[in-house]
């Protein structure tokens, strides 16, 4: 779910390709979302699509014709001054050529370029057309244009396309339209102007070609935070080891693979990051050699001798001072504002928690029994016990990976505002 759309009016324009089909699924995602979905469709994408279809899957009027009115609150309105003043976001999936020339020249000839020209909030186009007239100067110009003016665009992704040929053009998946309809609704929330960086997924250290040690970690967690964060408003980076769920889209991604990996690339954002969440099963330990050829079976013991790996939340966390309130030493002992960890545990687990917030030097821990059936590795849910560097904890029930995440998001906006911490952003 996407709380962030919960409530929200959607405009879902729909122009004539055969993508038009695709805007069905994303429809039904967004009214899954329970965001209010007004569809206006262009009268070749209604030869594509019937109306109908539009209509059962939102439970609402679809508008095709500028000269209908809007039943609102008991008034009759203007069709496209109602839907236009009304709406939170206005995404056209699929978007043709035409469409975004008569966006970009500021036309009005029918019902979607009239309330596009009428409508002032965020909008978000994908495009879907042959890849020539996406190449096009004309095309290119236009969209150039409505990017200067603050709309943003998703794909056109590269595929297979209506003729058949293969390039540039294809309309984006719905859930990637989706993901980014949630960052662009989520601008100017309370962590706009702010960078979390989220480290997610199970490390993996090579013993060989073939092999690695690993975990359990599927990403799940880490994940649900990176969209949380987004949908908030911050600038987020996913920094994620191999992950078994699609990453989230309007999110940086940043791949690696193993603690090593990891470490660097945490370290080079941090001039930037205002907040470092630890969600990831970083391997503490990594084989000493990892052998450039497969191993082969011995009769005898195969042992493996290990090193540790850099605890990277500890080295984050020791550090002093921070972008707002610069530490004498340097700008290479910046800490972000907040650095928040999880701790995996199957026993003692107050006191280990408490021992890593303690030696790491969190601001926060969110300790997760990984031994109990329905918290921690790969499942859907996470039961969680909170501790604050002031003392506080508190025990949450067992909630969605994606509200555990909301919740501690929430918990990072409030103790931001507890720091009377100044946004970056003038
Ligand atoms: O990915 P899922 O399948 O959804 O599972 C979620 C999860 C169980 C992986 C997640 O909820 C979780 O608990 N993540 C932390 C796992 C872990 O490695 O915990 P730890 O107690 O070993 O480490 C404590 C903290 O230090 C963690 O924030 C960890 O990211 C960090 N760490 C650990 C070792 C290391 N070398 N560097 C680190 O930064």
Same mark, same amino acid.
Request: proline share 6%; hydrophobic share 45%.
């Given at each position: 779910?996407?709380?962030?759309?919960s409530?929200?009016?959607? @405009?879902?324009?729909?122009?004539?390709?055969i993508?038009?089909?695709?805007?069905?699924?994303?429809?039904?995602?967004?009214?899954?979302?329970?965001?209010l979905?007004?569809?206006?469709?262009?009268?070749?994408?209604a030869?594509?699509?019937?109306?109908?279809?539009?209509?059962?899957?939102t439970?609402?009027?679809?508008?095709?014709?500028?000269?209908e009115?809007?039943?609102?609150a008991?008034?009759?309105?203007?069709?496209?001054?109602?839907?236009?003043?009304?709406?939170?976001?206005?995404?056209i999936?699929?978007?043709?050529?035409?469409?975004?020339?008569?966006?970009?020249?500021?036309?009005?000839?029918?019902?979607?370029?009239?309330?596009?020209?009428?409508?002032?909030?965020?909008?978000?186009?994908?495009?879907?057309m042959?890849?020539?007239?996406?190449?096009?100067?004309?095309?290119?110009?236009?969209?150039?244009?409505?990017?200067?003016?603050g709309?943003?665009f998703i794909?056109?992704?590269?595929?297979?396309?209506?003729?058949?040929?293969?390039?540039?053009?294809?309309?984006?998946?719905?859930?990637?339209?989706?993901?980014?309809?949630?960052?662009?609704?989520?601008?100017?929330?309370?962590?706009?102007?702010?960078?979390?960086?989220?480290?997610a997924?199970?490390?993996?250290?090579?013993?060989?070609?073939?092999?690695?040690?690993?975990?359990?970690s599927?990403?799940?967690?880490?994940?649900?935070?990176?969209?949380?964060?987004?949908?908030?408003?911050?600038?987020?980076?996913?920094?994620?080891?191999?992950?078994?769920?699609?990453?989230?889209?309007?999110?940086?991604?940043?791949?690696?693979?193993?603690?090593?990996?990891?470490?660097a690339?945490?370290?080079?954002?941090?001039?930037?990051?205002?907040?470092?969440?630890?969600?990831?099963?970083?391997?503490?330990?990594r084989?000493?050699?990892?052998?450039?050829?497969?191993?082969k079976?011995?009769?005898?013991?195969?042992?493996?001798?290990?090193?540790?790996?850099?605890?990277?939340l500890?080295?984050?966390?020791?550090?002093?001072?921070?972008?707002y309130?610069?530490?004498?030493?340097?700008?290479?002992r910046?800490?972000?504002?907040?650095?928040?960890?999880?701790?995996?545990?199957?026993?003692?687990?107050?006191?280990?928690?408490?021992g890593?917030?303690?030696?790491?030097?969190?601001?926060? @821990?969110?300790?997760?029994?990984?031994?109990?059936?329905?918290?921690?590795?790969?499942?859907?849910?996470?039961?969680?016990?909170?501790?604050?560097?002031?003392g506080?904890?508190?025990?949450?029930?067992?909630?969605?990976?994606e509200?555990?995440?909301?919740?501690?998001l929430?918990?990072?906006?409030?103790?931001?505002?507890?720091?009377?911490?100044q946004?970056?952003?003038?």
């Amino acid at each position: 779910m996407a709380p962030i759309l919960s409530g929200k009016r959607i @405009i879902l324009g729909i122009s004539g390709g055969i993508a038009a089909y695709k805007s069905v699924t994303l429809a039904s995602r967004f009214t899954q979302a329970n965001a209010l979905v007004d569809v206006i469709m262009t009268h070749s994408a209604a030869k594509f699509v019937a109306p109908v279809t539009f209509q059962a899957i939102t439970q609402r009027d679809v508008a095709t014709d500028t000269f209908e009115f809007w039943h609102d609150a008991g008034r009759l309105r203007i069709g496209h001054v109602a839907l236009a003043h009304a709406a939170d976001l206005f995404i056209i999936a699929p978007a043709t050529a035409h469409t975004i020339a008569r966006l970009a020249l500021g036309l009005s000839d029918d019902l979607l370029s009239i309330t596009a020209l009428s409508y002032k909030g965020p909008m978000l186009l994908a495009p879907a057309m042959e890849t020539n007239m996406w190449t096009h100067p004309a095309t290119m110009r236009n969209v150039q244009i409505l990017g200067d003016w603050g709309v943003d665009f998703i794909g056109p992704a590269e595929g297979r396309l209506a003729s058949g040929e293969v390039g540039e053009g294809r309309v984006a998946e719905p859930e990637e339209i989706f993901e980014v309809a949630c960052k662009v609704i989520g601008r100017g929330g309370p962590l706009d102007g702010l960078r979390v960086v989220i480290t997610a997924g199970g490390t993996r250290e090579a013993i060989d070609p073939v092999r690695f040690m690993g975990n359990h970690s599927t990403g799940k967690m880490g994940v649900a935070l990176a969209r949380a964060a987004r949908d908030l408003g911050a600038d987020t980076v996913l920094v994620h080891a191999p992950l078994a769920v699609h990453p989230p889209g309007g999110v940086a991604l940043v791949p690696v693979h193993t603690a090593y990996q990891m470490y660097a690339a945490v370290m080079e954002d941090l001039p930037q990051t205002d907040v470092l969440i630890g969600a990831a099963a970083v391997a503490d330990y990594r084989p000493s050699a990892s052998a450039d050829k497969k191993l082969k079976k011995l009769p005898q013991q195969q042992i493996i001798t290990l090193e540790r790996t850099p605890d990277i939340l500890q080295a984050v966390g020791q550090r002093r001072g921070n972008a707002y309130c610069p530490d004498p030493a340097g700008p290479d002992r910046q800490r972000p504002r907040l650095v928040i960890g999880f701790a995996a545990e199957t026993n003692d687990l107050e006191a280990n928690a408490l021992g890593k917030l303690k030696r790491k030097n969190l601001d926060l @821990i969110v300790l997760n029994d990984v031994s109990a059936a329905d918290s921690g590795f790969a499942v859907d849910t996470n039961r969680v016990i909170l501790f604050e560097r002031d003392g506080n904890r508190e025990d949450w029930p067992l909630m969605s990976k994606e509200e555990v995440a909301q919740a501690i998001l929430q918990r990072v906006v409030a103790r931001l505002g507890r720091l009377n911490w100044q946004k970056r952003r003038p």
